[in-house]
């Protein structure tokens, strides 16, 4: 068990909808990342929070937004959602603002778009 | 991204030992990981390695040469529990707030 806590762990919606998809990190962790896996495809990093602040993207689509509360869970949107977004959402954390030491994994939320 | 490249995939035997190999651009290179995924499951760090050298930790070692962009992933020993896919990852300082990971070496361990 990493300490990192996501929710939900499986989710399947249409085309065009929008879902929120949730991590809790490790206790003391201020940074969050948030990785997609589609499959047979690496992990692709789409954004980190750091304290509650924005502190670097990656391929993030603009349908896709995320955000880090004061309790430090956070949350990433997903809205006019496409077949293609059907993929494994890893949210991880780490103590650090930058990736200098391992990254704690969720168990991922498996998203399925029909 | 970053040019990371590993083999695809590998088969071994129960027992045996096996060498996955990762390739990556040097420019600006920081520090590189391995981490092992099971299918659908979370990816768990296996090492870190920032120096040349070995780096040695039970049945797994990782070694790292900075000037050849070049490091790789020993398993020793290997159970089938090791089946899985391994997946190399690194750091950049432009880039300091995200891991860059290749596509990952899916190992087959067989009897």
């Known amino acids: 068990d990493s300490g990192v806590t996501q929710t939900p762990k499986h989710l399947i919606t249409a085309t065009g909808q929008r879902v929120t998809l949730r991590c809790s990190p490790r206790?003391?962790?201020?940074?969050v990342y948030w990785y997609q896996q589609s499959l047979d495809q690496g992990l692709q990093f789409l954004i980190q929070?750091?304290?509650?602040?924005?502190?670097a993207k990656g391929n993030i689509l603009e349908r896709f937004s995320a955000q880090q509360f004061p309790d430090l869970h956070s949350e990433l949107n997903l809205s006019s959602l496409e077949l293609g977004d059907s993929a494994l959402y890893f949210c991880?954390?780490?103590?650090?603002?930058?990736?200098?030491?391992?990254?704690?994994f969720g168990e991922g939320s498996r998203l399925t778009v029909l | 991204g970053q040019n990371i490249d590993q083999p695809t995939e590998m088969t071994a035997t129960e027992g045996a030992i096996v060498q996955i190999n990762c390739t990556y651009q040097?420019?600006?290179?920081?520090?590189l990981f391995w981490y092992q995924q099971h299918a659908g499951e979370a990816p768990t760090f296996l090492s870190y390695?920032?120096?040349?050298g070995l780096e040695e930790k039970g049945r797994f070692s990782s070694f790292l040469s900075r000037s050849k962009g070049y490091s790789y992933l020993l398993l020793k020993e290997l159970q089938m529990k090791d089946s899985a896919s391994y997946l190399c990852?690194?750091?950049?300082?432009?880039?300091?707030?995200?891991?860059?990971f290749g596509t990952g070496t899916r190992l087959t361990v067989i009897p």
């Open positions: 990852a690194v750091t950049y300082p432009t880039g300091a707030n995200n891991l860059f």
């Open positions: 206790s003391g962790d201020l940074s």
């Open positions: 991880a954390s780490s103590g650090t603002t930058g990736v200098t030491g391992e990254l704690f």
């Open positions: 390695n920032v120096l040349d």
């Open positions: 040097t420019s600006g290179f920081n520090g």
């Open positions: 929070y750091y304290n509650g602040e924005e502190r």
